[in-house]
């Protein structure tokens, strides 16, 4: 079993940054692909990046890409999603997954939310 915890959102304004954590339990993180999604109100949870266990091999949403940066610290048991020029369409609750790979997510966070105000 593995736990998620993420930290790190909060309110921001338009064109600032933001840098999300997920602390995961167990001695098996690095053997993880690592995931973002999000989900703002009354729309599906959608996709924002993944990484490999290793962290060589990340992808980006497109809606996301060039700002935002999934990273992850096999050492630490922690994935990061730096956010940068952020909008206000990137209001959501965000969530990080793992699992064994980017079309399997078997465990999920409780979600941080991110509020980006105009």
């Known amino acids: 079993q593995v736990q998620l915890v993420e930290s790190g959102g909060g309110l921001v304004q338009a064109g600032g940054s933001l840098r999300l954590s997920c602390t995961a339990s167990?001695?098996?993180?690095?053997?993880?692909?690592m995931g973002w999604f999000r989900q703002a109100p009354g729309t599906e949870r959608e996709f924002v990046a993944s990484?490999?266990?290793?962290?060589?091999?990340?992808y980006n949403a497109d809606s996301v890409k060039d700002r935002f940066t999934i990273s992850r610290d096999n050492a630490k048991n922690t994935a990061y999603l730096q956010m940068n020029s952020l909008k206000p369409e990137d209001t959501a609750v965000y969530y990080c997954?793992?699992?064994?790979?980017?079309?399997?997510?078997?465990?999920w966070g409780q979600g941080t939310q991110v509020t980006v105000s105009s």
């Open positions: 990484i490999s266990w290793s962290g060589a091999s990340t």
């Open positions: 997954a793992s699992g064994g790979s980017t079309s399997s997510w078997n465990y």
């Open positions: 167990g001695r098996t993180f690095g053997t993880y692909v």
